[in-house]
């Protein structure tokens, strides 16, 4: 039997790796390496769209799925930066509260929007993600 003590460090050890790739996970989206991102996503990854806002697409299942999703989302909008106002880490899965600061690509609009996002991780790779954009704010940006 493990004791308490290594039990617990353990435990941090864990959740020092997860907080870890999450914010590499920001880091590299920020930095446009959406090929560094695929590589840390499992090959079941899902990715399922939150909230009731317009436009809200259907969730996109298996790395192919969510590579050409987070594409078409990188042709629409350039992610300047996330800022990361709290992660909290419970087992395999992560939350995090963060603003998004971006442009649009079709008219250079710098964007600002909040989110809560979602992660699961297995074995070190992300499996699955959802995102709560504030709606009020997506459906502004989808309407105009």
């Given at each position: ?29 920020s930095h ?10 499992s ?13 809200a ?33 419970d087992?395999?899965?992560?939350v ?13 609009q710098?964007?600002?929007?909040d989110?809560?996002?979602?992660f699961r ?13 504030d ?10």
């Amino acid at each position: 039997m493990l004791s308490e003590t290594i039990l617990r460090t353990i435990g941090s050890l864990e959740r020092d790796l997860i907080e870890a790739r999450v914010r590499r996970i920001y880091d590299l989206w920020s930095h446009g390496e959406i090929d560094e991102v695929i590589s840390g996503m499992s090959a079941d990854v899902k990715m399922v769209p939150r909230g009731q806002w317009v436009g809200a697409e259907p969730p996109a299942e298996g790395r192919a799925a969510v590579a050409a999703r987070l594409r078409a989302f990188g042709d629409i909008a350039e992610n300047i930066v996330s800022v990361l106002h709290e992660i909290i880490i419970d087992g395999d899965r992560a939350v995090v509260h963060r603003t998004a600061v971006g442009r649009r690509r079709d008219n250079g609009q710098r964007y600002q929007c909040d989110f809560v996002d979602f992660f699961r991780f297995r074995d070190g790779y992300m499996v699955e993600y959802s995102a709560y954009p504030d709606p009020v704010w997506v459906n502004m940006q989808m309407r105009a």
